[in-house]
C-alpha cells in the first residue's frame, strides 16, 4: 500500500504564508493534487499537477513536489482559506490515495 | 457546466447492501477524456477514495473495500451507480462522486458532488 502523511494543523496569521506538506516514499516521482475542504461543503480542487491552478483559484495558491514532499503555500492567507485542506496523488498500485487531512487556522 | 448529483438512503441496516447513484448532468459520461469516481468522508473524519469506472467499463477499487464494492454505468442515463455490500456502522459517511480527470500520469477529482450522507443503523 502507498501511505501519505499530513501535519493535522497549521495555524497562520492574516496575510501571512502558510505552507501544508504531504509525504510519502518518493513522492515527487508522482504527481500532487490539493483540495480545500470547508465546513459542509465539497471538496474543490486548488493545485493539481504539482502546480497548476484551476481557473478561479487565487494566484496566492501555489504548490510544489520534490523527494518525498509535496507542498502547498497558500501566500498571504485571508480568514476566508480556514479549511481542511487534503493532498493526493495516484499509485499505480493504491490507485487513488488521500492525506489525512490539515485543519489551516487563520488567527 | 458539469453537475454531479448522488441519490440513495440515507439509511441502511447492518449487514444489507449500500446502492448509491450520481447522476451527471451538463456532460457525458462516455467521454474518453474521464473516469468517474465515488470517495467518501466518515463524520469528521478524511476522504477514502472507493472505485473509478472508465467509459469502456474498466474499473479501479480501493484494495480495502475491493471485495464489497461494485461500481457501474448506465451511458444511457448518464449516470454512476455503487454498491457496498454487508455494511457496517464504519461504512457510514457522506459518499462523493466526483469526475476524475485524466492527464499523462496524473488524475485528480473535479468537479465534486455534493455528497450524501448514508448512516448504517439498525
Known amino acids: 500500500s502507498y501511505e501519505l502523511t499530513q501535519p493535522p494543523s497549521v495555524s497562520v496569521s492574516p496575510g501571512q504564508t502558510a505552507s501544508i506538506t504531504c509525504s510519502g516514499d518518493k513522492l515527487g516521482d508522482k504527481y500532487a493534487c490539493w483540495y480545500q475542504q470547508k465546513p459542509g461543503q465539497s471538496p474543490v480542487v486548488v493545485i493539481y499537477?504539482?502546480?497548476k491552478r484551476p481557473s478561479g483559484i487565487p494566484e496566492r495558491f501555489s504548490g510544489s513536489n520534490s523527494g518525498n514532499t509535496a507542498t502547498l503555500t497558500i501566500s498571504g492567507t485571508q480568514a476566508m482559506d480556514e479549511a481542511d485542506y487534503y493532498c493526493q496523488t495516484w499509485d499505480s498500485s493504491a490507485f487513488y490515495v488521500f492525506g489525512p487531512g490539515t485543519k489551516v487556522t487563520v488567527l | 457546466q458539469l453537475q454531479l448529483h448522488e441519490s440513495g438512503p440515507g439509511l441502511v441496516k447492518p449487514s444489507e447492501t449500500l446502492s448509491l447513484t450520481c447522476t451527471v448532468s451538463g456532460g457525458s459520461i462516455s467521454s474518453t477524456s474521464y473516469y468517474w469516481g465515488w470517495v467518501r468522508q466518515p463524520p469528521g473524519k478524511g476522504l477514502e477514495w472507493i472505485a473509478s469506472?472508465?467509459?469502456?467499463?474498466?474499473?479501479y477499487y480501493s484494495p480495502s473495500l475491493k471485495s464489497r464494492v461494485t461500481i457501474s454505468s448506465d451511458t444511457s442515463k448518464n449516470q454512476v451507480s455503487l454498491n457496498l455490500s454487508s455494511v457496517a456502522a464504519a461504512d457510514t459517511a457522506v459518499y462523493y462522486c466526483a469526475r476524475v480527470m485524466l492527464a499523462g500520469g496524473s488524475n485528480w477529482f473535479d468537479p465534486w458532488g455534493q455528497g450524501t450522507l448514508v448512516t448504517v443503523f439498525s
Open positions: 499537477e504539482d502546480n
Open positions: 469506472i472508465y467509459y469502456s467499463g474498466a474499473t
